[in-house]
DNA sequence: CGCCGCATTGACGTTCGTCAAGTCTAGTGG
DNA sequence: CCACTAGACTTGACGAACGTCAATGCGGCG
């Protein structure tokens, strides 16, 4: 009964425009208010879920950040992606009903738990909704294509380039700065995601700081100039 | 009307234990079989969509082979999948209602043409449509996050071994041999797709031959050893 | 204060990309 | 039927980029 003072709503939620579909009339919204079933708090370096376990929800990020990463058997260990609020993990799921990576909190966390059983009742009735999940999913396999794109043909300079532009923009549609952030993640997961070896990440901020691109002190990143990273990542292939 | 003579019905087609949800009634069946407009041919290094133009449908692949490949404006290109019989492409257009890659046939083919509201639609009513759709979504999620793996923590060696073993897998799951294959694609193309320069991936062929692994003429490849091959893939890094 | 994890930096080695030459095959046209 | 050509493929020599190994620095926390 007291739980209930948390009344968790996504109608009056701040990051709505960020995990919930636009345009609901009132009946929809009440409809949409009744996907989440609770809160989850995660505590920074904890998992959210493991690989192989049983799947059951989705989960909207509230606060906090995330790393998604798969671990074989021999060892390998690859981080598929940092996760932030307002966006939505455990997809990978859904196809076997089990989790097939590992999502860790790298701060301390809330997520919405969202039944995924409850998802597809609700979305049944809700058109946009139904449209918003779909939605999701395509994004996410469009950002896969771009790490596909980054892991297999860029140089380790392009890839960090790209990848603070992408924590940056990110971040600012959330409302900080877009010069300033401070990273979650350590240089191995930073590598680990780019597909390179940690001692090369921290070269490449060696440099980048070295030719006045950015600031680095320890995690906190200052952007001096943007452009000179956008041209770095596009810079055409030289041959 | 005379069009019709060409009836397309997933109910009878062949391939339906791949593209479509299992144990619907007959009610559902025909409802589902409303979901394919037509039927549409692509003749080999045609496109069957290109990055930009409007999304509207998802295609079911009939008979052919496809690659999917993205294009930058600074003349980067990554193949980002190989698509046989069975498997859907065209999901990465959901998120913008605009394709984000090309799809290209390696060889001539032809597809089933699923309007995407349609699908929306009927997913509504048929609930294992509807789950179906989220599945494929988010198999196709999963097996990015396998080609992840590959580019960020793979060497050529692994690279290719798992190539051959993923092309081989699905080709016997569609009554293929297990140890016979033909590549529809060039050295370059899987080169993309994998991370590496044409050179490299002619060399590893050469490299398998002479270890005695596969036998390669042409395009043509006779897998020797499968276990040697899966041994490659999982061979935990040294240090 | 000292420990521990994270990060930086240097020296060196390996892998793979680059460039170039040459081969093979399928398709074309005489 | 055969010569010719273009595109795909193979192979070698070399070099650049990045990984590996190791030493050291730095900051936070008990």
Chains 1, 2 share one sequence.
Do not use: W
């Not at 998802?119 to 294509?145: D, G």
């Not at 980054?150 to 392009?158: D, H």
């Not at 890839?159 to 940056?168: K, M």
Request: glycine share 6%; proline share 1%; with cysteine.
């Amino acid at each position: 009964m007291l739980k209930e003072t948390i009344k968790v709503a996504c109608s009056n939620c701040n990051l709505r425009e960020l995990c919930m579909p636009l345009g609901l009339n009132s009946e929809e919204l009440n409809r949409v208010d009744e996907l989440v079933a609770t809160r989850r708090s995660i505590k920074r370096g904890t998992a959210l879920f493991h690989n192989g376990e049983k799947f059951t929800s989705l989960y909207a990020i509230r606060t906090g950040f995330f790393k998604t990463s798969i671990n074989t058997e021999d060892g390998r260990d690859q981080v598929t992606g940092f996760q932030m609020a307002g966006e939505i993990i455990g997809l990978d799921g859904i196809v076997n009903e089990q989790h097939t990576c590992d999502a860790t909190a790298l701060e301390d966390a809330e997520v919405c738990v969202i039944p995924f059983d409850r998802i597809e009742e609700i979305s049944r009735e809700v058109n946009a909704l139904q449209h918003h999940v779909h939605k999701i999913m395509s994004r996410e396999i469009v950002r896969e294509h771009g790490v596909m794109l980054l892991l297999g043909s860029m140089r380790a300079e392009e890839r960090l380039a790209a990848f603070l532009l992408n924590l940056v923009q990110r971040l600012q549609a959330r409302g900080f700065s877009k010069s300033e952030l401070i990273l979650r993640m350590t240089r191995e997961e930073i590598g680990s995601y780019l597909g390179m070896k940690l001692e090369t990440v921290s070269r490449t901020f060696s440099k980048f700081v070295h030719d006045g691109v950015i600031e680095v002190k320890q995690r906190h990143i200052h952007i001096q100039d943007a452009d000179a990273l956008k041209r770095i990542v596009s810079q055409p292939v030289c041959h």
